[in-house]
Nanobody, 116 residues
Framework: VQLQAFGGGLVHPGGSLRLSCGAS????????VGWFRQVPGQEREGISC????????IYADSVKGRFTISTDNAKNTVYLQMNSLKPDDTAVYSC??????????WGKGTQVTVSS
């Protein structure tokens, strides 16, 4: 059983990246999946999540209107499309999956750096 975030990299301000949260050994389709980010020395910030029941989504104010979370059940993957990136978006991004009975998986993070 494994969950992993990937797709990070270096991007210029105003650019875009799409992160993927891939699962193996279990189906993400029945899990609530959230994206988080953390800067060294700071608390982890929850930035978005998606419900497996109705696909409803929630975004932190810091990313609302710029980031979009989505699910591809056929690929067992949750995506985070990040547009209009800012230097403040620089962080390690990770994903978390929680089942209806509270089984909780964290994925290894991926570094996103926004810099000119």
């Amino acid at each position: 059983v494994q969950l992993q975030a990937f797709g990070g990299g270096l991007v210029h301000p105003g650019g875009s990246l799409r992160l993927s949260c891939g699962a193996s050994g279990f189906s993400l389709g029945t899990y609530a999946v959230g994206w988080f980010r953390q800067v060294p020395g700071q608390e982890r910030e929850g930035i978005s999540c998606i419900s497996p029941i109705d696909g409803s989504t929630i975004y932190a104010d810091s990313v609302k209107g710029r980031f979009t979370i989505s699910t591809d059940n056929a690929k067992n993957t949750v995506y985070l499309q990040m547009n209009s990136l800012k230097p403040d978006d620089t962080a390690v991004y990770s994903c978390n999956a929680v089942s209806p009975i509270g089984i909780n998986y964290w994925g290894k993070g991926t570094q996103v750096t926004v810099s000119s």
